[in-house]
């Protein structure tokens, strides 16, 4: 008897969605019972259908994908989640695996790749894509490589600053970020002054550009 796999998507580009849900159709075995096209939904959706593996883009509107990984894992562990992304970076493997990404997986690896990652992380272990593979180990044996990471300015934000960094860079407003996070706007501003500070950015402007050369949005 086939043990089936319910498997929820999340990814803010409907072509590329519609492709991963073509491409795991082929296996009978994996059971597409979602589709979430940002953070926020991946979020709701999994509390809702507690599915057994979600794979996440870690660049979407309103709460990235890593914030949503770290949010998912906490209130249910036994989700298994694999980020799909194009991002081959250190810091963004790292981020993703410490939020409790059991695989990463890049856009341009092929369906076999995925159907390993699948695989892998269902039973327990920890996939990485080839393609960022030794990218990684060296990271890791770089002596100093803790102080690299966390010397990198986005990673001194606290969730929240992070959360209402994208959503100006997206261009809300103060009073727009505060009615989508639910906290008043003076609140909204504090984590604004400081996120500029500690992002030593002058202007939404400059936000908005840190924010697309860094990948944060779009």
């Given at each position: 008897?086939?043990?089936?796999t ?21 296996s ?8 979430a ?30 914030e ?5 894992l ?17 810091e963004?493997?790292?981020a993703?695996?410490?939020a ?23 039973n ?8 960022i ?51 008043s706007?003076?609140?909204?501003e504090?984590h ?14 400059e ?12």
């Amino acid at each position: 008897m086939i043990s089936i796999t319910n498997i929820i998507i999340a990814e803010d580009h409907a072509i590329l969605r519609d492709g991963l849900v073509a491409l795991l159709a082929t296996s009978p075995e994996l059971n597409i019972i979602a589709e979430a096209s940002d953070g926020s939904s991946a979020i709701k959706l999994a509390r809702q259908l507690c599915p057994d593996l979600i794979l996440m883009d870690l660049n979407m509107p309103n709460i990235n994908g890593t914030e949503a990984i770290t949010t998912i894992l906490k209130e249910n562990p036994a989700i298994k989640i694999v980020a799909l992304t194009g991002h081959k970076s250190e810091e963004y493997v790292r981020a993703a695996l410490e939020a409790g990404a059991a695989g990463y997986v890049l856009k341009d690896d092929t369906h076999n790749v995925l159907l390993t990652a699948i695989e892998h992380v269902l039973n327990g272990d920890t996939y990485l894509s080839p393609g960022i593979c030794g990218s990684v180990i060296k990271g890791f044996l770089k002596p100093d490589y803790r102080s690299d990471i966390s010397d990198h300015s986005w990673f001194q934000l606290t969730k929240r600053e992070r959360e209402v960094t994208k959503l100006i860079a997206e261009g809300n407003k103060s009073r727009e970020v505060a009615e989508f996070l639910s906290i008043s706007l003076k609140t909204v501003e504090k984590h604004r002054s400081n996120l500029m500070r500690k992002l030593d950015l002058h202007s939404v402007s400059e936000l908005t550009k840190y924010a697309m050369e860094n990948s944060i949005i779009s």
